[in-house]
């Protein structure tokens, strides 16, 4: 979230913990999701909703990987996206997200097992992140996308391009001053 905007109206907590080891303890994000409502880690939706808008159509099947209290899932929601699974590590995000969604028809939210570990650069960590993108590459379709929004620049972004992985690598940033990178990872399009 940019600092310079104005916080949800929803409770919310500082940005980060103490140190980021806590982002490898699940208990952090249980605690976290235990007192905050709703909070956007990078843009809001409305940031690159016509970025989302070129990939992703209403018969869209959609995976959201550690979808927290983002309110992303409700977006694409509202855009008429009825096949949405968001998964995260967080069984108290997972059952806070399932009765927020719920009352608005939603089907599918799951807490799934650690998704991979983005926090660490230490090497177990890497391999960790490896597993999460061979997880990633293994459930797309056939021509399916992976959507991945962060500030890491595409230096950082080195595993994308693994032997292994038969997909296309193409992005684009968005923001002002600030540039979030957009990677769209389409399979088997090499
Ligand atoms: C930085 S927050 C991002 C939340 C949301 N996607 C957003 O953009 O606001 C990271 C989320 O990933 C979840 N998470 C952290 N490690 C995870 C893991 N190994 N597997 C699955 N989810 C994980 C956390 O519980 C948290 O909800």
Not at 49 to 61: C, E, Y
Not at 108 to 122: A, H, M, Q, T, Y
């Amino acid at each position: 979230m940019d600092e310079t905007e104005k916080p949800s109206e929803a409770k919310r907590t500082t940005v980060g913990p103490p140190s980021v080891l806590a982002y490898l303890d699940p208990n952090y994000w249980n605690e976290r999701f235990t007192s905050e409502d709703h909070y956007e880690w990078l843009k809001d939706y409305s940031h690159f909703r016509h970025l989302i808008q070129q990939h992703i159509k209403p018969d869209s099947s959609v995976l959201e990987l550690g979808c927290g209290n983002s309110q992303l899932c409700d977006e694409l929601y509202k855009e008429g996206i009825s096949k949405l699974t968001c998964i995260d590590l967080s069984s108290v995000a997972v059952a806070k997200m399932q009765k927020r969604l719920f009352s608005k028809g939603y089907k599918d939210v799951k807490r799934k097992e650690p998704c991979g570990d983005p926090w660490n650069p230490r090497p177990e960590a890497e391999n960790k992140a490896m597993a999460m993108l061979q997880g990633v590459h293994r459930v797309l379709k056939p021509h399916g996308i992976f959507i991945s929004i962060a500030f890491g620049q595409p230096h950082f972004r080195r595993p994308f391009n693994a032997p292994e992985f038969t997909w296309s690598i193409d992005y684009t940033t968005f923001g002002d001053g600030f540039h979030y990178f957009f990677y769209i990872l389409r399979k088997n399009e090499l």
